[in-house]
């Protein structure tokens, strides 16, 4: 047990050099959301309307803070992909370590590195114009539910990476899979506003769950709509994480043990 | 000065046994491995006896590496029975992984890393302590002549510097059994010559070596024994003159300056090796199989002599494993990606 932790402490360290020795990455993912606030923000931000009313850039900025972490997505899985297709992962498998740390690693490293992107974007957030009005203690909570969205991304991650392993593919299923989730749910446009079928669908979207929540949490405009799954925001933003990292997290177990195939 | 052991052991029992367990650091039989219909692996047998090189020899495909990954335990086998270091690999394989190292087809290193972090990360994860395994990093880094490239990421290192710094990855713990899997592949004459030098120095250490390779070259520079693997299976094993003596061995060559004399030089040729020769007439050339090599050329030059032969040419062509391969497998160790002998022909240059 010690050696598992052990294992996973290490290979965690390793992932947060990386980000220390080529933050590029990191750079590179920031940069997204960034764009996406001052775009939709400054540009687009005119003409939205938040159902219920309020002002847009802070009906914005929870959409843009779950955004970021479903865009972790890409950095989890290619980094996964490229150990796999390097052979560095032969390397870790063929010595006495714990196997499990790979994952439990990487996992580790993501949260952190979600954190740091998080505490980032809520300095971003407050210069834009954005602000919790419902105290620290309930903007903590949705931190943490930003942060549980992540570990779900992370598994997705690491299982769609030991199921492609070429990092150049990886790159090219997760950014079109991305935007089109993001943009069907309530992170930019109230779905109560949408087309009724859209609406409903982005309505059951994971990621609307977590930005319905913490709107609610943070004290943000755009609490929408008497339907089901707006109404039970808070118990979907926990249900849909669990139920994706107990279906993803055997999934990617199964298949690391099957690289022995 | 290479190839040591090769007087003092009886090739066809190179092993004892000792109270029921053998003394091979590597032992396989009848390994097999399927992918679907393809055997990647068919009743392959292998046995390493310790403080020895044993080279697996075959073109690409023939399951060099599926052999490799099966005994350091990264991949399952469907049929056979398999001992690293005195462990089974299926049912300890914890305890072969702490007594063997790897360097891969390519060098399995994190690129973001600089070398020393990298060895650092490996030696903690093969259980030294913060200390021990920043001490052991620089040990590797010098000895490897890597210590001014120390700090830079190993991603902008050279092939042969990447290649070094996975060999040395692959020895924070003096490992009993090394395993080379193509280790010289894509490097350069230099490089090449560097690792082979590593690698004798290992052996002579008493670490036991598993290379593969599609190098004849290689396998005859650094192997106590060569398997010769087709198609899944072992073709033939023995020594690297062994092998080379499957085709006939040495031969004598001697080109006479005129091509009328041809039939007259291979008749006395004949009567003192007692072999027909094989004439090639338009570069005048005739072609021997030779016993005892020096007596017999001496013999031949005398007589052509004699004989007022004029000869342009005359020597003694050694067999080379590129013969031997070709007579066993009935094609070339590497079918196009490079030339044979690649590292023969550069290194000329």
């Known amino acids: 047990m010690t050696t598992v932790i052990a294992d996973g402490w290490t290979m965690t360290r390793r992932n947060m050099t990386h980000v220390v020795r080529a933050p590029e990455e990191l750079i590179l993912y920031f940069s997204l959301p960034i764009m996406f606030v001052l775009v939709f923000g400054y540009v687009f931000g005119s003409g939205m309307q938040v159902a219920g009313g309020g002002s847009y850039r802070e009906f914005l900025l929870p959409g843009v803070f779950v955004m970021t972490m479903l865009y972790g997505l890409g950095a989890t899985a290619t980094g996964v992909a490229l150990d796999l297709s390097r052979g560095v992962v032969d390397r870790f498998r063929s010595m006495p370590m714990a196997r499990s740390a790979l994952m439990t690693g990487r996992s580790a490293a993501d949260l952190l590195r979600a954190l740091l992107e998080m505490s980032t974007l809520l300095v971003c957030g407050l210069l834009v114009g954005w602000q919790w009005r419902q105290g620290v203690g309930k903007a903590v909570l949705a931190v943490g539910l930003l942060l549980l969205l992540r570990i779900a991304i992370t598994w997705v991650g690491i299982y769609l990476a030991l199921l492609v392993r070429n990092p150049e593919t990886v790159g090219v299923i997760v950014f079109p899979a991305a935007f089109p989730l993001s943009a069907i749910s309530n992170v930019f446009v109230s779905p109560e506003l949408m087309p009724p079928a859209i609406g409903t669908i982005s309505e059951w979207n994971p990621l609307s769950a977590t930005v319905a929540a913490i709107r609610e949490l943070f004290g943000n405009p755009g609490l929408g709509g008497d339907s089901w799954p707006a109404e039970h925001a808070m118990l979907l933003a926990v249900l849909w994480p669990v139920l994706l990292i107990a279906t993803f997290a055997p999934l990617a177990v199964r298949r690391y043990q099957r690289l022995s195939r | ?349």
């Not at chain 2, 060999?167 to 592949?185: G, K, M, N, Q, W």
């Not at chain 2, 002599?305 to 094609?331: K, M, P, S, Y």
């Open chain 2, 1 to 349: 000065m290479r190839r040591r052991q090769r007087t003092v052991r009886d090739p066809s029992a190179p092993g004892r046994t000792v109270g029921g367990m053998t003394t091979f650091e590597v032992v396989a039989e009848g390994l097999g491995k399927r992918y679907g219909p393809t055997r990647a692996l068919d009743t392959f047998d292998l046995t390493v006896p310790p403080g020895t090189v044993h080279g697996l020899l075959g073109p690409n495909g023939a399951g060099k590496t599926t052999a490799v990954r099966i005994l350091t335990t990264l991949l399952r086998f469907d049929t056979g029975r398999a001992t690293v270091a005195g462990y089974d690999v299926l049912r300890r394989p914890e305890e072969v992984r702490a007594r063997i190292g790897l360097t891969g087809q390519y060098a399995a290193v994190d690129e973001i890393l600089s070398g020393r972090q990298n060895l650092e990360l490996f030696g903690r994860l093969f259980r030294l302590g913060r200390r021990e395994a920043r001490r052991r990093a620089g040990e590797l880094l010098e000895r490897f002549g890597l210590d001014e490239a120390a700090s830079r990421s190993a991603g902008e290192y050279s092939g042969g510097m990447r290649r070094r710094l996975d060999l040395a990855a692959s020895l924070i713990r003096t490992p009993r059994v090394l395993f080379l899997d193509e280790p010289t592949t894509g490097l350069d004459p230099r490089s090449r010559n560097q690792v082979w030098d590593l690698v004798r120095g290992l052996v002579r250490d008493g670490t036991t070596v598993l290379l593969t390779t599609q190098y004849l070259e290689e396998a005859d520079q650094l192997a106590d024994r060569i398997s010769v693997i087709d198609a899944g299976r072992v073709v033939a094993e023995g020594s690297p003159d062994q092998l080379k003596a499957m085709t006939g061995g040495d031969r004598i060559e001697v080109v006479v300056r005129d091509v009328a004399e041809l039939s007259r030089a291979a008749r006395l040729v004949a009567s003192i090796c007692g072999a027909e020769p094989e004439l090639d007439s338009e570069v005048r050339r005739l072609s021997v199989p030779v016993v005892d090599r020096v007596a017999g050329l001496v013999d031949v030059v005398r007589a052509l002599d004699d004989a007022g032969i004029a000869v342009e040419d005359i020597g003694l062509r050694r067999a080379t494993l590129d013969e031997a391969f070709l007579h066993l497998t009935g094609h070339r160790p590497d079918d196009a990606r490079e030339p044979v002998g690649a590292g023969r022909t550069v290194e000329m240059a």
